[in-house]
């Protein structure tokens, strides 16, 4: 589905980010992941798609880092060539009440989670204009749709990758490139796992279940396919049901 295809993943080491990866790479793109320190997981991470038969590489950048990210971006460029899908996944929480809340804590996430995206889509956004063509897809949350207690850093980051979705995609769409986001709800994931039981945590699902990151990466396939080049500044939930 996706052969031919350079698809770039923020986050790529673990969970959603991960997944997403995999599933690319099962339909055959390439696929170059940016994290942020994991290196052991990211040589398994190559190992694992390079396995799948498609040309496959990690590069360690702080999204949040201007700097670094366009320097990435061109080494990217350089060992594979022009990229057609963009996934900004990569993410971080640091949560508290906002009473509690450290400006650090506010900034560390507002950086990594809506100015990485912003970096790379910059950093792309010659690319996909000159090949008038894209597929940016953002991973908000529905903590960015319905807000979230102890997440305001948070929520405010995701809500703002929506507004930042609906603006790329005003301003590329006479360029054949979408840009849309995801907002997956509770995810079995590192991110997750110190949060309350699973089992409280799902009675608030309709769908009774957390989500798995593969039920992310289905959605963000379909997103990068020619199945959706119709769709754009769209929020897809992947929630099973949360926030309905
Ligand atoms: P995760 O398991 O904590 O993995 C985070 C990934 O992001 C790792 O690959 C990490 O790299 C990378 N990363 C973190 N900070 C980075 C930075 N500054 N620069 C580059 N890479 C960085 O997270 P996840 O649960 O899969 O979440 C992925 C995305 O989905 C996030 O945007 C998250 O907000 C969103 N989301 C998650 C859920 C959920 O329930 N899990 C729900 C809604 C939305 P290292 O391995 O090197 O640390």
Redesign the pocket.
Known sequence: MLKGKTAVV????????AAICRTFAQNGADVAF?????VE??KEMEEALTALGVKAKGYR????DSAAVKETLSQIAKEFGPVQILVN????TRDKLVMGMKDADFDDVLH??LR?AFYMIRGLYPVFMKQKYGKIIN?S???GLIGNAGQANYSAS?AGLIGLTKSVARELASRHVCCNAIA????E????KDLAEGNQLAAQIPMGRMGK?EDIAAAALFLASEGSDYITGEVIRVDGGLAM
Do not use: H
């Open positions: 923020t986050g790529g080491t673990r969970g959603i980010g940016l994290y942020a320190g994991n997981k990211a950048c702080d999204v949040a996944n990569a993410g971080v990594t989670n990485g991973i949350s529905v903590s995701k997956p709800g509770f995810v994931t590192d991110m997750t990151p």
